[in-house]
Antibody, heavy 121, light 107 residues
Framework: EVQLVESGGGLVQPGGSLRLSCAASGFTFSSYAMSWVRQTPGKGLEWVSVISASGDITYYPDSVRGRFTISRDSSRNTLYLQMNSLRAEDTAIYYC??????????????WGQGTMVTVSS | EIVMTQSPATLSVSPGERATLSCRASQSVSNNLAWYQQKPGQAPRLLISGASTRATGIPARFSGSGSGTEFTLTISSLQSEDFAVYYCQHYNNWPRTFGQGTKVEIK
């Protein structure tokens, strides 16, 4: 069974840092681009980062560029999201997602259960 | 950034009826368009990719159409388990963006 399990969420003060992890299983992790997508009641679904299968290419939207860093460890089948300089507007459920095919221009076919990040003093 | 606009925001439909959801892109995304279903407390689930290809295990009552900037998701005969929020998303370039969602509720 293909599965993604996120961890690392929690309560953090504005300006603080947090690292999310996503443990992947049931597929060849090193063959697929992976992304993080977040969801808030107010802004809906927002894609926040992608990393290529090989790990050498990453993209971010303007809202998190320079503050968030996506990385992967294929030896551990694990995806990471390092979040620095956190703001109240980063409060959301963060989902780890897998790309449908090994071609990274594709839909997201597997989603984790999500981990909640709350940025508040 | 490509803006995805969904309509209507809420669709009230009786079980067994057809539901038609729309998604418009602010510029062409070719057929690089996906639809997702989300139920309360759950993660989104992929329904359609490539604008019209059903994902594995998705019933045939779900169909997608369109290309360029105009897309449609049709649910031919609504079942009780189909009442949920539906999102469209493009993957034509970066950043990927989602529509704001259409809630399909019981009439």
């Amino acid at each position: 069974e293909v599965q993604l399990v996120e961890s690392g969420g929690g309560l953090v003060q504005p300006g603080g840092s947090l690292r999310l992890s996503c443990a992947a299983s049931g597929f060849t992790f090193s063959s697929y681009a992976m992304s993080w997508v977040r969801q808030t009641p107010g802004k809906g679904l927002e894609w926040v980062s992608v990393i290529s299968a090989s790990g050498d290419i990453t993209y971010y939207p303007d809202s998190v560029r320079g503050r968030f860093t996506i990385s992967r460890d294929s030896s551990r089948n694990t995806l990471y999201l390092q979040m620095n300089s956190l703001r109240a507007e980063d409060t959301a459920i963060y989902y780890c997602v897998k790309t449908l095919t090994t071609y990274w221009n594709d839909a997201f076919d597997v989603w984790g259960q999500g981990t909640m990040v709350t940025v508040s003093s | 950034e490509i803006v995805m606009t969904q309509s209507p925001a809420t669709l009230s439909v009786s079980p067994g009826e057809r539901a038609t959801l729309s998604c418009r892109a602010s510029q062409s995304v070719s057929n690089n368009l996906a639809w997702y279903q989300q139920k309360p407390g759950q993660a989104p689930r992929l329904l359609i990719s490539g604008a019209s290809t059903r994902a594995t295990g998705i019933p045939a009552r779900f169909s997608g159409s369109g290309s360029g900037t105009e897309f449609t998701l049709t649910i031919s005969s609504l079942q009780s388990e189909d009442f949920a929020v539906y999102y469209c998303q493009h993957y034509n370039n970066w950043p990927r963006t989602f529509g704001q969602g259409t809630k399909v509720e019981i009439k």
